[in-house]
Nanobody
Framework: QVQLVESGGGSVQAGGSLRLSCGASGYTYSLYCMGWFRQTPGKEREGVAVTYAGGGSTNYADSVKGRFNIFQDNAKNMLYLQMNSLKPEDTAMYYC?????????????????WGQGTLVTVSS
């Protein structure tokens, strides 16, 4: 069992930056990947960025490429999402998630553990 706790959300003007943090506690061994997802009311949860535990490779949604950066500090069991050049369309609840299965890390249905979410609001 692992617990994930996000922080760092808030309100920012377009063009600004935020860094989201996700602390993991409990059984964090043998993870396959971790990811950041976001969701707005009435829409499905969408993948933002994922990082693979083994080699550190990453994938990003096209809408955030070049603006967001996912990285982790394994010594502290922390996952981060640095968000730059924020746009109003980035407004959403952001969740971090952990997946132990060798499966598609872009599909939120494959994730085994989720945080409670942190709200990001970007105003124009």
């Amino acid at each position: 069992q692992v617990q994930l706790v996000e922080s760092g959300g808030g309100s920012v003007q377009a063009g600004g930056s935020l860094r989201l943090s996700c602390g993991a506690s409990g059984y964090t061994y043998s993870l396959y990947c971790m990811g950041w997802f976001r969701q707005t009311p009435g829409k499905e949860r969408e993948g933002v960025a994922v990082t693979y535990a083994g080699g550190g490779s990453t994938n990003y949604a096209d809408s955030v490429k070049g603006r967001f950066n996912i990285f982790q500090d394994n010594a502290k069991n922390m996952l981060y999402l640095q968000m730059n050049s924020l746009k109003p369309e980035d407004t959403a609840m952001y969740y971090c998630a952990a997946n132990w299965k060798i499966s598609s890390c872009s599909d939120p249905r494959n994730y085994d553990a989720w945080g409670q979410g942190t709200l990001v609001t970007v105003s124009s």
